[in-house]
């Protein structure tokens, strides 16, 4: 049986997981937090969580590469992730791309100092995320349809991580910066709901509220 290492709390986690529950595959979630011992870094040798355990020691790490694993193995003709065309599949990956490298991993310098109950973030950070993040934003107003879905009228595997990516950013800068800077774009709000129907991606932000608590206490890394 496949398994998913990771932390319920962790948004890159939850973007494999609810995958994985959507597709109906069984898996087996092994609670695993930062920072990673030796163990975990021979799982996935850039200590970064999740990694999913195919098979006994084999390992593959990296969150959009474990989603393009699971959408080419375990492929569901009732709920196709990818667009049927190519030009489709690219604006899938470029805005998954786009909400990765610059709105989440932008946003993540800011996370030790809101969710962790210890951290500091350099005014200097601070002042270098913000428009890496806006570039972000920028990039998803003009890219993003919200038709409903975030590339319109097909569920991709960009709703997912857009859906739990959006949530720990938007936190991050109310946090920070005192607004919530994706409000520029109110359609997230509609999608939210919309992903809320789905009863995988309920189960999943239940998991992950409940574990905030207990990643928030760890020792500082
Ligand atoms: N590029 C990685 C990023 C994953 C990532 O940043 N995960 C966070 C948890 S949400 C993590 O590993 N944090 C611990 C650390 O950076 O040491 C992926 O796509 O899987």
Redesign the pocket.
């Known amino acids: 049986m496949l398994k998913l290492h990771?932390?319920p709390?962790?948004?890159?986690?939850n973007v494999v997981k609810v995958v994985a529950m959507e597709k109906g595959i069984e898996f087996e979630e092994v609670i695993a937090y930062?920072?990673?011992d030796d163990a975990y870094r021979a799982r996935n040798p850039?200590?970064?969580?999740?990694c999913l355990e195919i098979e006994d020691g084999v390992f593959l790490?990296?969150?959009?590469?474990?989603l393009n694993y699971l959408e080419e193995v375990y492929p569901d003709p009732a709920l196709p992730l990818w667009p049927a065309d190519p030009l489709g599949r690219a604006r899938v990956r470029e805005l998954m791309e786009i909400i990765?490298l610059y709105l989440?991993?932008s946003a993540?310098r800011l996370y030790p100092q809101v969710f962790s109950s210890h951290g500091k973030v350099s005014e200097e950070v601070k002042l270098h995320a913000r428009p890496l993040i806006q570039r972000g934003i920028d990039g998803l107003k003009q890219l993003a349809q919200f038709d409903p879905y975030i590339l319109g009228s097909q569920l991709t595997l960009a709703d997912f991580s857009a859906t739990f990516h959006f949530e720990p950013v938007s936190i991050a800068c109310k946090a920070i910066y005192g607004v919530d800077l994706l409000a520029e774009i109110p359609a997230i709000a509609r999608h939210r709901e919309l992903m809320d129907e789905r009863s995988c991606v309920r189960q999943v932000r239940e998991e992950q509220l409940a574990d905030q608590k207990i990643f928030m206490a760890r020792p500082s890394?």
Do not use: A
């Open positions: 990771g932390f709390f962790s948004n890159y986690h930062p920072p990673p850039t200590g970064k969580y999740p790490g990296e969150t959009k590469v474990i990765d989440e991993m993540r890394t």
